[in-house]
């Protein structure tokens, strides 16, 4: 269990985002069928730009998941007044299947990461009931936390993250 | 204190001129040769016993003789005698032994321009991707740019400017980390690694902000 939240940790998912928490369902997120979003790899923004395929573990399909994509270093990581920025709601997600199956609260918005390197964080909670999650007022200041807290969603059970960062950034010299 | 005997015959009156210079009684007293180049470790310590009250023209050990008491010694005309002839630059020790400066394959002066360079970019674009050992010789520059600015005073920010290649990050720097760093104390880097470079498999790692 520790190998997974370690780089979770590591890198201020757990601290910054959200709480730390036991992850108990198995998250798999792959952009352009190919690029699978590993804890703390770095993705092109060519590549992030359309929405990815999120597969979901958990035991049986009447259980209903949410997904929410933020970044948390919006607009720049050293200096993130607008943190986080919301990206993605997806709720309704039935269990062991994958996000096109769920309801789409908040469209899916292409990162742009102009300042610095980002992290996308994906996060998973489990819901409750059905249509519980109400999308929140706007994209800026968003915060992970209150989100849950405000639609019963509680601590998370999976989560992932990845960095990007300008596609004509300063890179491998 | 270098010690060397001369015979007092030739040119001048030695008397007036040996008693302004610092006495050189050989005989009885052990002679030592002191050279302390600062906290590293090349020290040379000789430490040696004069045998007898003779005067001696021959070996005194490393020192230079002194220029004005060896011009009135008739066979030393040249000044060879008075430069020390050490061809490893001082050093005792041919090892790296407890040396913890990294060189980062750079002479000094590129050195110290790539670290400002990259503590720049890191207090610019707050998280950076660089290669590891770049990234652990950052931090205490980083860190030390931090505490000029936690102190705030008008000496602290011109050393910072001194350092920092871009005005407007010292400024902004002094300006919010008060509140960012008000509390901390020491530690505001963190570094993470992650997958080795593709051209040359260099092992990568970000350095962000705490």
Sequence with gaps: MSRFIEPLAVGRVIGEVVDNFIPSVKLNVTYNSNKQVSNGHELMPAVIAAKPRVEIGGEDMRAAYTLVMTDPDAPSPSDAYLREHLHWIVTDIPGTTDASFGREVVSYETPKPVIGIHRYVFILFKQRARHSVSPPASRDQFNTRSFAEENGLGLPVAAVYFNAQRETACRNR | ?210
């Excluded at chain 2, 610092?22 to 000789?46: E, N, Q």
């Excluded at chain 2, 871009?166 to 902004?172: C, D, S």
């Excluded at chain 2, 008000?182 to 350095?207: F, K, W």
Aim: aromatic content about 6%.
């Design chain 2, 1 to 210: 204190m270098a010690c060397a005997s001369t015979s007092a015959s030739a040119t001048w009156n030695m008397t007036p001129l040996r008693s302004a210079l610092p006495s050189i009684h050989a005989p009885s007293s052990a002679s030592s040769v002191h050279f302390s180049t600062g906290p590293s470790s090349s020290r040379l310590k000789l430490s040696r016993s004069k045998p007898s009250s003779k005067l001696l023209h021959s070996f005194v050990g490393l020192a230079p003789i002194h220029p004005l008491l060896s011009l009135a010694s008739p066979d030393s005309t040249s000044f060879e005698h008075c430069f020390t002839v050490i061809d490893n630059g001082g050093r005792f020790f041919a090892m790296r032994h407890g040396r913890r400066v990294p060189k980062l394959n750079r002479p000094p002066d590129q050195r110290r321009a790539l670290l400002r360079a990259l503590t720049t970019q890191l207090l610019k674009h707050g998280r950076i991707k660089t290669t590891r050992s770049r990234a652990s010789a950052m931090r205490k520059y980083v860190d030390k740019m931090v505490t000029l600015a936690k102190d705030g005073s008008l000496h602290k920010r011109r050393q910072a400017l001194g350092f920092i290649y871009e005005k407007e990050i010292v400024h902004a720097l002094f300006a919010e980390v008060e509140e960012r760093y008000g509390d901390r104390n020491g530690g505001y880097t963190r570094i993470i690694r992650t997958l080795p470079r593709r051209g040359d498999n260099a092992p990568m790692a970000y350095i962000e902000l705490v």
